[in-house]
Protein backbone atom coordinates (compact mmCIF):
# COMPACT_ATOMS: atom_id res chain seq x y z
CA UNK A 1 0.00 0.00 0.00
CA UNK A 2 1.27 3.65 -0.44
CA UNK A 3 1.65 6.13 2.06
CA UNK A 4 0.94 9.66 1.36
CA UNK A 5 4.51 10.37 1.15
CA UNK A 6 5.26 7.71 -1.80
CA UNK A 7 2.07 9.87 -3.59
CA UNK A 8 4.04 13.48 -2.80
CA UNK A 9 7.07 12.03 -4.37
CA UNK A 10 5.58 10.08 -7.13
CA UNK A 11 3.25 11.87 -8.34
CA UNK A 12 0.81 8.89 -8.40
CA UNK A 13 -2.44 11.22 -8.16
CA UNK A 14 -1.93 11.68 -11.91
CA UNK A 15 -3.22 9.42 -14.19
CA UNK A 16 -2.90 10.20 -18.21
CA UNK A 17 -3.84 13.48 -19.25
CA UNK A 18 -5.02 14.91 -15.36
CA UNK A 19 -1.74 17.13 -15.91
CA UNK A 20 -3.03 18.75 -19.38
CA UNK A 21 -6.72 18.83 -17.93
CA UNK A 22 -5.40 20.56 -14.36
CA UNK A 23 -3.22 23.14 -16.65
CA UNK A 24 -5.71 23.75 -19.50
CA UNK A 25 -8.17 24.40 -17.02
CA UNK A 26 -6.46 26.78 -15.09
CA UNK A 27 -4.62 28.35 -18.53
CA UNK A 28 -8.76 28.69 -19.76
CA UNK A 29 -9.96 30.36 -16.01
CA UNK A 30 -7.29 32.28 -14.49
CA UNK A 31 -4.92 33.17 -17.71
CA UNK A 32 -1.36 31.61 -16.26
CA UNK A 33 -0.18 29.60 -18.63
CA UNK A 34 2.33 26.91 -16.82
CA UNK A 35 1.65 24.19 -20.21
CA UNK A 36 5.41 24.71 -21.06
CA UNK A 37 6.65 23.52 -17.35
CA UNK A 38 8.57 20.32 -16.70
CA UNK A 39 5.72 18.01 -15.17
CA UNK A 40 7.45 16.04 -12.82
CA UNK A 41 8.35 19.24 -10.73
CA UNK A 42 4.72 20.56 -11.61
CA UNK A 43 3.11 17.12 -10.55
CA UNK A 44 5.31 16.67 -7.60
CA UNK A 45 4.37 20.24 -6.35
CA UNK A 46 0.71 19.71 -7.32
CA UNK A 47 0.79 16.42 -5.20
CA UNK A 48 1.62 18.24 -2.47
CA UNK A 49 -1.17 20.09 -1.89
CA UNK A 50 -3.77 17.13 -2.47
CA UNK A 51 -2.00 15.44 0.37
CA UNK A 52 -2.66 19.02 2.11
CA UNK A 53 -6.44 18.69 1.24
CA UNK A 54 -6.38 14.73 1.50
CA UNK A 55 -7.99 15.04 -1.84
CA UNK A 56 -7.27 11.30 -3.23
CA UNK A 57 -7.69 12.26 -7.31
CA UNK A 58 -6.85 15.41 -9.79
CA UNK A 59 -10.24 14.06 -11.07
CA UNK A 60 -12.31 15.50 -7.80
CA UNK A 61 -9.45 18.43 -7.65
CA UNK A 62 -11.21 20.06 -10.79
CA UNK A 63 -14.12 19.52 -9.31
CA UNK A 64 -12.85 21.71 -6.25
CA UNK A 65 -11.56 24.25 -7.95
CA UNK A 66 -15.12 25.21 -9.44
CA UNK A 67 -16.71 25.47 -6.03
CA UNK A 68 -13.70 27.39 -4.22
CA UNK A 69 -12.13 29.75 -6.71
CA UNK A 70 -9.84 31.33 -4.04
CA UNK A 71 -8.26 27.40 -4.01
CA UNK A 72 -6.62 28.69 -7.65
CA UNK A 73 -4.64 31.10 -6.12
CA UNK A 74 -3.24 28.91 -3.59
CA UNK A 75 -2.82 26.39 -6.53
CA UNK A 76 -0.49 28.82 -8.35
CA UNK A 77 1.41 29.87 -4.63
CA UNK A 78 2.49 25.91 -4.99
CA UNK A 79 3.61 26.21 -8.34
CA UNK A 80 5.96 28.79 -8.22
CA UNK A 81 9.04 27.82 -6.40
CA UNK A 82 9.81 31.37 -4.65
CA UNK A 83 13.31 29.96 -2.77
CA UNK A 84 15.98 32.26 -2.56
CA UNK A 85 18.44 34.04 -0.77
CA UNK A 86 21.01 36.97 -0.71
CA UNK A 87 24.27 36.61 -2.99
CA UNK A 88 22.72 32.96 -3.62
CA UNK A 89 25.92 31.16 -5.90
CA UNK A 90 27.74 33.72 -4.39
CA UNK A 91 31.00 32.75 -7.08
CA UNK A 92 28.44 34.64 -9.61
CA UNK A 93 28.91 37.70 -8.03
CA UNK A 94 32.20 37.74 -7.13
CA UNK A 95 32.91 36.76 -10.98
CA UNK A 96 30.11 40.00 -11.54
CA UNK A 97 32.16 42.34 -9.79
CA UNK A 98 35.85 41.37 -11.25
CA UNK A 99 33.93 42.02 -15.21
CA UNK A 100 32.19 44.96 -13.74
CA UNK A 101 35.39 47.16 -12.48
CA UNK A 102 36.97 47.13 -16.08
CA UNK A 103 33.47 47.75 -17.46
CA UNK A 104 34.05 51.76 -18.42
CA UNK A 105 30.65 51.45 -19.91
CA UNK A 106 28.69 51.33 -16.88
CA UNK A 107 30.28 54.77 -15.56
CA UNK A 108 27.03 56.49 -17.17
CA UNK A 109 24.78 54.29 -15.08
CA UNK A 110 23.07 50.74 -15.75
CA UNK A 111 19.61 49.40 -16.75
CA UNK A 112 19.53 45.71 -15.34
CA UNK A 113 16.68 43.38 -15.15
CA UNK A 114 16.14 40.34 -12.65
CA UNK A 115 13.29 38.40 -14.19
CA UNK A 116 12.02 35.80 -11.41
CA UNK A 117 13.23 37.77 -8.71
CA UNK A 118 11.02 36.20 -5.89
CA UNK A 119 10.61 38.06 -2.69
CA UNK A 120 13.68 40.38 -3.91
CA UNK A 121 16.88 39.33 -2.26
CA UNK A 122 18.69 38.92 -5.31
CA UNK A 123 17.96 42.35 -7.13
CA UNK A 124 18.78 44.17 -3.67
CA UNK A 125 22.38 42.16 -3.99
CA UNK A 126 22.76 43.07 -7.41
CA UNK A 127 22.06 46.78 -6.49
CA UNK A 128 24.89 46.32 -3.32
CA UNK A 129 27.24 44.27 -5.88
CA UNK A 130 26.58 47.86 -8.16
CA UNK A 131 27.05 50.18 -5.57
CA UNK A 132 30.11 48.68 -4.44
CA UNK A 133 31.62 48.49 -8.06
CA UNK A 134 30.38 51.48 -10.20
CA UNK A 135 30.72 54.26 -7.87
CA UNK A 136 28.03 56.77 -6.44
CA UNK A 137 27.74 58.87 -9.66
CA UNK A 138 26.85 55.73 -11.79
CA UNK A 139 24.83 54.78 -9.12
CA UNK A 140 22.64 57.57 -9.23
CA UNK A 141 21.49 56.79 -12.98
CA UNK A 142 21.12 53.44 -11.94
CA UNK A 143 17.82 51.52 -12.30
CA UNK A 144 17.06 47.79 -11.40
CA UNK A 145 14.20 46.45 -13.00
CA UNK A 146 12.63 43.56 -10.27
CA UNK A 147 10.01 41.39 -11.87
CA UNK A 148 8.27 38.11 -11.02
CA UNK A 149 5.00 36.31 -12.13
CA UNK A 150 3.79 36.38 -8.62
CA UNK A 151 1.92 39.72 -6.89
CA UNK A 152 2.56 38.66 -3.36
CA UNK A 153 5.94 37.72 -3.55
CA UNK A 154 6.72 41.33 -5.50
CA UNK A 155 4.96 43.12 -2.87
CA UNK A 156 7.25 40.95 -0.23
CA UNK A 157 10.07 42.51 -2.18
CA UNK A 158 9.11 45.76 -1.81
CA UNK A 159 8.96 45.92 1.25
CA UNK A 160 12.50 45.00 1.42
CA UNK A 161 12.29 43.61 5.40
CA UNK A 162 13.79 40.06 5.63
CA UNK A 163 14.22 37.81 8.99
CA UNK A 164 18.14 37.42 10.89
CA UNK A 165 18.17 34.24 8.81
CA UNK A 166 17.48 35.23 5.40
CA UNK A 167 20.46 37.72 6.15
CA UNK A 168 22.52 35.22 7.87
CA UNK A 169 24.81 34.57 4.79
CA UNK A 170 25.90 38.41 4.57
CA UNK A 171 29.03 39.30 5.86
CA UNK A 172 28.44 41.86 8.97
CA UNK A 173 30.02 45.00 7.05
CA UNK A 174 27.72 44.57 4.25
CA UNK A 175 24.57 43.98 6.93
CA UNK A 176 25.93 47.17 8.72
CA UNK A 177 26.56 49.30 5.54
CA UNK A 178 23.31 48.26 3.87
CA UNK A 179 20.36 47.35 6.57
CA UNK A 180 18.56 48.83 9.32
CA UNK A 181 17.91 46.86 12.53
CA UNK A 182 13.45 46.90 13.15
CA UNK A 183 13.67 44.40 16.27
CA UNK A 184 13.61 40.84 14.72
CA UNK A 185 13.80 42.08 11.49
CA UNK A 186 16.54 44.00 9.10
CA UNK A 187 15.31 46.44 6.22
CA UNK A 188 17.32 47.35 3.25
CA UNK A 189 18.53 51.13 3.45
CA UNK A 190 16.81 53.37 0.95
CA UNK A 191 19.85 54.11 -0.77
CA UNK A 192 19.53 50.51 -2.32
CA UNK A 193 15.72 49.98 -2.06
CA UNK A 194 15.45 53.15 -4.21
CA UNK A 195 17.20 51.86 -6.92
CA UNK A 196 15.11 49.31 -7.32
CA UNK A 197 11.89 48.76 -9.17
CA UNK A 198 9.45 46.19 -9.19
CA UNK A 199 6.36 45.22 -10.93
CA UNK A 200 4.58 41.85 -11.94
CA UNK A 201 5.58 40.10 -15.25
CA UNK A 202 4.85 36.56 -16.11
CA UNK A 203 7.95 36.14 -18.99
CA UNK A 204 5.79 33.25 -20.22
CA UNK A 205 3.00 35.67 -21.59
CA UNK A 206 4.21 39.29 -21.11
CA UNK A 207 6.85 41.25 -23.51
CA UNK A 208 9.99 41.85 -22.34
CA UNK A 209 11.72 45.07 -21.02
CA UNK A 210 14.23 46.69 -23.69
CA UNK A 211 17.78 48.61 -23.33
CA UNK A 212 18.58 46.27 -20.19
CA UNK A 213 22.42 46.19 -19.76
CA UNK A 214 22.26 42.97 -17.26
CA UNK A 215 19.76 40.66 -17.45
CA UNK A 216 19.46 38.06 -14.41
CA UNK A 217 17.24 35.37 -14.74
CA UNK A 218 18.31 32.39 -12.60
CA UNK A 219 16.49 29.35 -11.38
CA UNK A 220 13.72 29.66 -13.72
CA UNK A 221 14.39 28.18 -16.75
CA UNK A 222 15.41 24.33 -15.11
CA UNK A 223 11.19 24.50 -14.59
CA UNK A 224 10.82 24.92 -17.97
CA UNK A 225 11.05 22.42 -21.13
CA UNK A 226 13.27 22.71 -23.88
CA UNK A 227 10.94 24.73 -26.28
CA UNK A 228 9.50 27.01 -23.57
CA UNK A 229 13.08 27.56 -22.32
CA UNK A 230 13.93 28.87 -25.92
CA UNK A 231 10.50 30.89 -26.52
CA UNK A 232 11.98 32.94 -22.98
CA UNK A 233 15.43 33.14 -23.87
CA UNK A 234 14.53 35.11 -27.12
CA UNK A 235 12.33 37.82 -25.06
CA UNK A 236 15.71 37.85 -22.76
CA UNK A 237 17.62 38.48 -25.43
CA UNK A 238 15.65 41.01 -27.15
CA UNK A 239 15.96 43.21 -24.06
CA UNK A 240 19.67 42.50 -23.43
CA UNK A 241 21.92 45.27 -25.43
CA UNK A 242 25.18 44.75 -27.61
CA UNK A 243 27.91 43.92 -25.13
CA UNK A 244 25.50 43.67 -22.43
CA UNK A 245 25.60 40.74 -19.47
CA UNK A 246 23.43 37.66 -19.23
CA UNK A 247 23.52 35.75 -15.61
CA UNK A 248 21.89 32.48 -15.73
CA UNK A 249 21.75 29.96 -12.95
CA UNK A 250 24.71 27.64 -12.38
CA UNK A 251 22.63 24.97 -13.73
CA UNK A 252 21.05 26.74 -16.69
CA UNK A 253 22.19 27.62 -20.11
CA UNK A 254 21.75 29.42 -23.48
CA UNK A 255 19.87 27.38 -25.85
CA UNK A 256 21.33 26.36 -29.05
CA UNK A 257 20.84 28.58 -31.75
CA UNK A 258 21.26 31.59 -29.57
CA UNK A 259 25.20 30.23 -28.34
CA UNK A 260 27.16 31.76 -31.10
CA UNK A 261 25.77 34.67 -29.64
CA UNK A 262 27.11 34.96 -27.07
CA UNK A 263 30.82 34.34 -24.78
CA UNK A 264 30.79 33.08 -21.88
CA UNK A 265 32.59 35.07 -19.08
CA UNK A 266 35.22 33.18 -16.77
CA UNK A 267 34.26 29.02 -17.43
CA UNK A 268 33.25 28.87 -13.61
CA UNK A 269 29.86 30.73 -13.82
CA UNK A 270 27.02 30.82 -16.41
CA UNK A 271 27.71 34.79 -17.06
CA UNK A 272 27.46 34.99 -20.72
CA UNK A 273 28.44 38.95 -22.98
CA UNK A 274 26.33 39.46 -25.95
CA UNK A 275 28.60 40.23 -28.36
CA UNK A 276 28.16 43.21 -30.83
CA UNK A 277 27.33 42.59 -34.35
C1 LIG B 1 13.35 29.53 -7.70
S1 LIG B 1 12.86 31.22 -7.83
C2 LIG B 1 14.40 31.99 -8.30
C3 LIG B 1 14.63 33.31 -7.59
C4 LIG B 1 15.94 33.98 -7.92
N1 LIG B 1 16.06 34.29 -9.32
C5 LIG B 1 17.10 33.14 -7.49
O1 LIG B 1 17.75 32.51 -8.31
O2 LIG B 1 17.35 33.07 -6.28
C6 LIG B 1 11.93 31.24 -9.37
C7 LIG B 1 11.02 32.45 -9.46
O3 LIG B 1 10.49 32.53 -10.78
C8 LIG B 1 9.15 32.95 -10.70
N2 LIG B 1 8.43 32.57 -11.93
C9 LIG B 1 7.91 31.37 -12.26
N3 LIG B 1 7.33 31.44 -13.47
C10 LIG B 1 7.47 32.72 -13.90
C11 LIG B 1 7.06 33.42 -15.06
N4 LIG B 1 6.37 32.81 -16.03
N5 LIG B 1 7.39 34.73 -15.18
C12 LIG B 1 8.08 35.36 -14.20
N6 LIG B 1 8.49 34.76 -13.07
C13 LIG B 1 8.19 33.44 -12.91
C14 LIG B 1 8.62 32.30 -9.44
O4 LIG B 1 7.47 32.96 -8.95
C15 LIG B 1 9.83 32.40 -8.51
O5 LIG B 1 9.77 33.58 -7.75
Same mark, same amino acid.
Given at each position: ?11 ? /? &? #? ?6 ? %? ?10 ? +? !? ?48 ? /? &? #? ?6 ? %? ?10 ? +? !? ?38 DID ?29 ? +? ?20 DIV ?73
Amino acid at each position: MKTSSDIVHTGA /F &F #RKGDLAAL %LDKVHRSKGWDF +R !GYKPASLKRRISKRLTTLRIGSVSEYLLFLDTDHSEYFRLFSHMTLKVSE /F &F #REPEVFEA %LAAELKGARGLS +R !GARAWCCGVAHGQEAYSLAILLSETIGAKAMARTNIFATDIDHAAVDDAREALYRAESVQNLERPVLNKYFT +RRGEMYEVKDEIRNVVKFGVLDIVKNPPLSRIDIVFCRNLFIYFNKKLQAEVFSKLDYALSPGGLMVLGNAETIPARYASMYEQVGAATRIFRKKRE
